[in-house]
């Protein structure tokens, strides 16, 4: 809640109190399945009701909510129910049993009929349940309600089951010194059994709290897990077997009290809700813009950004736009031939040695070293901000050291992210923080800003890259202002990087970096968007409780705006399904799933503000690119509205680059005029196989889509919910071997 009021704090996963809460759930869990080797099942099923009474008071305590008569009266029925089961299980006087690997199985597998036929009558019940869920699409039904709390409730009962199983095994090899158990077929079934009941549990949960919502569902959801593991000891481990008449009529009577308890919460939801409609039936109406608004609130208006725009009246610093790769290679090559006075330099994943295409004969077969050695030479003074990434092979600093004058001045960025057995798995830059700027500033004058490194990855407009695959890249060139000047000579000291959004670092206008602020930028251009809005990205992650970046619902917001006034409006989002080339398995994983994540988003989002999904799609698409059936990596992360403004920049839109915390750095250019149109349709034409031809929007999606008389054209490939890692680039970065040294306390001490 605090990260939803003040998103500097950065993301909720890194607060003290998430992760306090994290160790308390660990610790619940583990004190859980300790508890069921101790209690038989039956048993302990109403305690699962005593969740509901510390959510209460967590509730009253630390959120500030109320408590009511409602939330009284349930505890107490609770607390009775609970009371009047143990006072039955004492009042039975059954001893504990503890069991073997054999005697268990023995136990699950007697002659008896109800085992078996419990189980194919509960999961009958919820096949046919679900089914009439899913062709009905009751999403929001009391049909549904019941559906999910009571599949989830006995999925619970099975996942009990199968974890006191494995318990008691435990339990039983512990005591016998017998390891070789834990190899028995059947008890691996029964550790296997656990996810197994365990998954479907959780989706039904998650599915219920995201149609239902916390006070509607889970009372319901606590009753059918009471009546889940109820239903499993009595049948499976037959423990009321030996229980007296008068001993089990108790327990029974207390478990309906437990019940009771639990639903006496689902009527404070209803009243709940219901006076809550009645009070604010107009007032919401009336106060719904107003909520829009603070919702998409920004620290500075759309009027006060400044843009990069045309020169006046030089011609050698006027805006222009890279439009692939070597087009940037080019310009380059065209800046640092062109450098007098100095050159700063800003890159991520930099091959110095690559030989720089240029169609100019006199500077052909040059690299970045041969290039920068030529300005030394000329008196040129170069400034480096490098970053090197061991695990994607680049250069260290030592390296470049040796192929660079001595003139040079290098500056680089070194992390805290933590032992590196532990960040070799969880990060590609296990050593040193993603400065993941990228510029080129000339005689402190121009400034080309890209997302654009130079090496062997980055190819030419469908040209395949050395490991089969095409890309997609834009630089944007402008003159520098004095402020941006001295931001950037700022930027290549040796001092330690702060936080942006905690010290204000950030760059002036019209450069973008850091501390939500480009996240505020992307949001404006949104929201004053006419008629169109063109978003391409490589990652694209956006919206739920873990992403505070409101791109998503931006987006949603403005389509639901020109929905309510009739407006023509179109969106179209370009990314990548997959990527397969990132060395580090959770960067693929993150890349393969943010992608499904945003679409779910939006469609959460469109629900929110009254649109239906065929309403949100018909404004809106989402694609990927590819060309003869290999896929064209997005790396060109740019914003176009309207055709008049744009914004390139370094930024994945996710939460880690668009914050700047704990470790990234990003940089943007905002710039308008007549060559974000000419740009717009350029790249249209590129992505719909044609040369020269003005596009309308309409003509756009009609090209996407297709028509009842026309097929799909051009490389723009739709985008659908459940992807899979298909339609990412192919091949692969080869990771190199790892390799960790100290270097020093001074975190920009260089290496040697």
């Given at each position: 809640?605090?990260v939803?009021?003040?998103?500097?704090l950065?993301?909720?996963?890194?607060?003290?109190?998430?992760?306090?809460g994290?160790?308390?759930?660990?610790?619940?869990?583990?004190?859980?399945?300790?508890?069921?080797?101790?209690?038989?099942?039956?048993?302990?099923?109403?305690?699962?009701?005593?969740?509901?009474?510390?959510?209460?008071?967590?509730?009253?305590?630390?959120?500030h909510?109320?408590?009511?008569?409602?939330?009284?009266?349930?505890?107490?029925?609770?607390?009775?129910?609970?009371?009047?089961?143990?006072?039955?299980?004492?009042?039975?006087?059954?001893?504990?049993?503890?069991?073997?690997?054999?005697?268990?199985?023995?136990?699950?597998?007697?002659?008896?009929?109800?085992?078996?036929?419990?189980?194919?009558?509960?999961?009958?019940?919820?096949?046919?349940?679900?089914?009439?869920v899913?062709?009905?699409?009751l999403?929001?039904?009391?049909?549904?309600?019941?559906?999910?709390?009571?599949?989830?409730?006995?999925?619970?009962?099975?996942?009990?089951?199968?974890?006191?199983?494995?318990?008691?095994?435990?339990?039983?090899?512990?005591?016998?010194?017998?390891?070789?158990?834990?190899?028995?077929?059947?008890?691996?079934?029964?550790?296997?059994a656990?996810?197994?009941?365990?998954?479907?549990?959780?989706?039904?949960?998650?599915?219920?709290?995201?149609?239902?919502?916390?006070?509607?569902f889970?009372?319901?959801?606590?009753?059918?897990?009471?009546?889940?593991?109820?239903?499993?000891?009595?049948?499976?481990?037959?423990?009321?077997?030996?229980y007296?008449?008068?001993?089990?009529?108790c327990?029974?009577g207390?478990?309906m009290?437990?019940?009771?308890?639990?639903?006496?919460?689902?009527?404070?939801g209803?009243?709940?809700?219901?006076?809550?409609?009645?009070?604010?039936?107009?007032?919401?109406?009336?106060?719904?813009?107003?909520?829009?608004?603070?919702?998409?609130?920004?620290?500075?208006?759309?009027?006060?950004?400044?843009?990069?725009?045309?020169?006046?009246?030089?011609t050698?610093?006027?805006?222009?736009?890279?439009?692939?790769f070597?087009?940037?290679?080019?310009a380059?090559?065209?800046?640092l031939?062109s450098?007098?006075?100095?050159i700063?330099?800003?890159?991520?994943?930099?091959?110095?040695?690559?030989?720089?295409?240029?169609?100019?004969?006199?500077?052909?077969?040059n690299?970045?070293?041969?290039?920068?050695?030529?300005?030394?030479?000329?008196?040129?003074?170069?400034?480096?901000?490098y970053?090197?990434v061991r695990?994607?092979?680049?250069?260290?600093?030592a390296?470049?050291?040796?192929?660079?004058?001595?003139?040079?001045?290098?500056?680089?960025?070194?992390?805290?992210?933590?032992?590196?057995?532990?960040?070799?798995?969880?990060?590609?830059?296990?050593r040193?923080?993603?400065h993941?700027?990228?510029?080129l500033?000339?005689?402190e004058?121009?400034?080309?800003?890209?997302?654009?490194?130079?090496?062997?990855?980055?190819?030419?407009?469908?040209?395949?890259?050395?490991?089969?695959?095409?890309?997609?890249e834009?630089?944007?060139?402008?003159?520098?202002?004095?402020?941006?000047?001295?931001?950037?000579?700022?930027?290549?000291?040796?001092?330690?990087?702060?936080?942006?959004?905690q010290?204000?670092e950030?760059?002036?206008?019209?450069?973008?970096?850091?501390?939500?602020?480009?996240?505020?930028?992307?949001v404006?251009m949104?929201?004053?968007?006419k008629?169109?809005?063109?978003?391409?990205?490589?990652?694209?992650i956006?919206?739920?409780?873990?992403?505070?970046?409101?791109?998503?619902?931006?987006?949603?917001?403005?389509?639901?705006?020109?929905?309510?006034?009739?407006e023509?409006?179109?969106?179209?989002?370009?990314?990548?399904?997959?990527?397969?080339?990132?060395?580090?398995f959770?960067?693929?994983?993150?890349?393969?799933?943010?992608?499904?994540?945003?679409?779910?988003?939006?469609e959460?989002?469109?629900?929110?503000?009254g649109?239906?999904?065929?309403?949100?799609?018909?404004?809106?698409?989402?694609?990927?690119?590819?060309h003869?059936?290999?896929?064209?990596?997005?790396?060109?992360n740019?914003?176009?509205?309207?055709?008049?403004?744009?914004?390139?920049?370094?930024?994945?839109?996710?939460?880690?680059?668009?914050?700047?915390?704990?470790?990234?750095?990003e940089?943007?250019?905002?710039f308008s005029?007549?060559?974000v149109?000419?740009?717009?349709?350029?790249?249209?034409?590129?992505?719909?196989?044609?040369?020269?031809?003005?596009?309308?929007?309409?003509?756009?999606?009609?090209?996407?889509?297709?028509?009842?008389?026309?097929?799909?054209?051009?490389?723009?490939?739709?985008l659908?919910?459940?992807?899979?890692?298909?339609?990412g680039a192919?091949?692969?970065?080869?990771?190199?071997?790892?390799?960790?040294?100290?270097?020093?306390?001074?975190?920009?001490?260089?290496?040697?």
């Open positions: 809640m605090r939803a009021r003040d998103s500097s950065g993301t909720a996963t890194m607060q003290t109190a998430f992760l306090g994290l160790v308390l759930l660990i610790m619940g869990t583990i004190s859980a399945i300790i508890n069921l080797g101790i209690l038989g099942q039956a048993i302990q099923a109403p305690f699962a009701a005593l969740t509901l009474i510390y959510s209460a008071l967590l509730g009253r305590f630390v959120l909510e109320s408590f009511g008569l409602y939330d009284l009266l349930s505890s107490a029925l609770i607390i009775v129910g609970v009371g009047v089961d143990l006072y039955a299980a004492e009042l039975a006087h059954v001893p504990p049993k503890s069991y073997t690997l054999k005697s268990l199985g023995r136990l699950l597998t007697r002659h008896s009929v109800f085992p078996l036929g419990y189980t194919v009558i509960v999961l009958t019940y919820a096949t046919l349940l679900l089914r009439r899913r062709i009905a699409n999403q929001r039904h009391p049909v549904t309600l019941l559906a999910f709390s009571s599949c989830a409730g006995i999925m619970a009962g099975f996942t009990s089951l199968a974890t006191k199983s494995v318990v008691e095994v435990a339990k039983s090899a512990r005591k016998h010194q017998d390891w070789l158990v834990f190899l028995n077929p059947f008890f691996i079934l029964l550790v296997i656990i996810p197994c009941a365990l998954v479907p549990q959780l989706f039904f949960l998650n599915k219920g709290l995201e149609f239902f919502g916390t006070l509607k889970i009372p319901l959801y606590q009753a059918f897990i009471i009546i889940g593991n109820l239903s499993c000891g009595l049948v499976f481990y037959n423990e009321m077997a030996s007296s008449s008068t001993a089990l009529t327990f029974m207390g478990i009290i437990t019940i009771c308890g639990v639903c006496v919460l689902l009527v404070k209803d009243v709940e809700n219901n006076g809550a409609d009645a009070r604010c039936s107009n007032t919401v109406l009336l106060d719904h813009k107003s909520k829009e608004k603070k919702r998409l609130a920004t620290d500075f208006t759309f009027e006060q950004m400044e843009w990069a725009t045309e020169s006046d009246t030089s050698t610093n006027e805006l222009r736009v890279c439009r692939d070597r087009e940037c290679q080019e380059i090559v065209e800046l031939v450098a007098r006075k100095s700063y330099y800003s890159t991520f994943l930099c091959d110095f040695t690559q030989v720089l295409d240029t169609t100019n004969e006199k500077h052909m077969d690299t970045f070293v041969s290039l920068v050695c030529d300005a030394v030479k000329r008196g040129v003074d170069v400034h480096i901000l970053n090197p695990d994607y092979g680049t250069d260290s600093i390296d470049l050291r040796r192929i660079l004058p001595r003139e040079v001045h290098f500056a680089c960025s070194v992390s805290d992210l933590g032992p590196g057995w532990f960040t070799r798995y969880l990060s590609n830059n296990s040193y923080a993603f993941h700027q990228k510029y500033c000339v005689d004058e121009t400034i080309m800003v890209t997302g654009c490194d130079v090496n062997t990855e980055r190819e030419g407009w469908l040209r395949k890259n050395h490991l089969a695959y095409y890309w997609h834009l630089s944007v060139i402008c003159r520098c202002t004095p402020d941006m000047v001295s931001w950037v000579q700022s930027n290549h000291k040796p001092a330690e990087k702060r936080y942006y959004d010290f204000v950030y760059p002036p206008f019209p450069l973008v970096s850091g501390g939500w602020r480009e996240e505020n930028c992307i404006n949104i929201m004053n968007a008629h169109s809005v063109q978003l391409e990205n490589q990652i694209m956006s919206g739920g409780s873990l992403q505070h970046n409101r791109v998503c619902s931006a987006i949603v917001a403005r389509i639901s705006q020109a929905r309510n006034k009739g023509s409006f179109y969106a179209l989002i370009l990314t990548n399904a997959a990527q397969k080339d990132e060395p580090s959770l960067a693929r994983s993150y890349c393969s799933l943010s992608i499904q994540w945003s679409l779910e988003q939006l959460e989002c469109a629900i929110d503000y649109l239906t999904l065929n309403e949100l799609w018909k404004h809106l698409q989402v694609g990927r690119l590819e003869d059936g290999v896929s064209i990596k997005v790396h060109s740019i914003l176009i509205v309207d055709g008049k403004y744009a914004l390139r920049s370094s930024s994945n839109l996710a939460d880690r680059s668009l914050s700047a915390r704990p470790n990234d750095t940089l943007g250019l905002l005029g007549p060559r149109s000419e740009l717009q349709q350029d790249l249209l034409n590129m992505y719909l196989g044609t040369i020269g031809k003005n596009y309308s929007w309409n003509q756009v999606f009609q090209c996407i889509r297709g028509t009842a008389t026309k097929k799909p054209s051009g490389l723009i490939i739709p659908e919910k459940k992807i899979g890692v298909r339609g192919t091949g692969g970065r080869v990771k190199v071997s790892y390799k960790t040294t100290n270097i020093g306390a001074n975190k920009h001490e260089y290496e040697t």
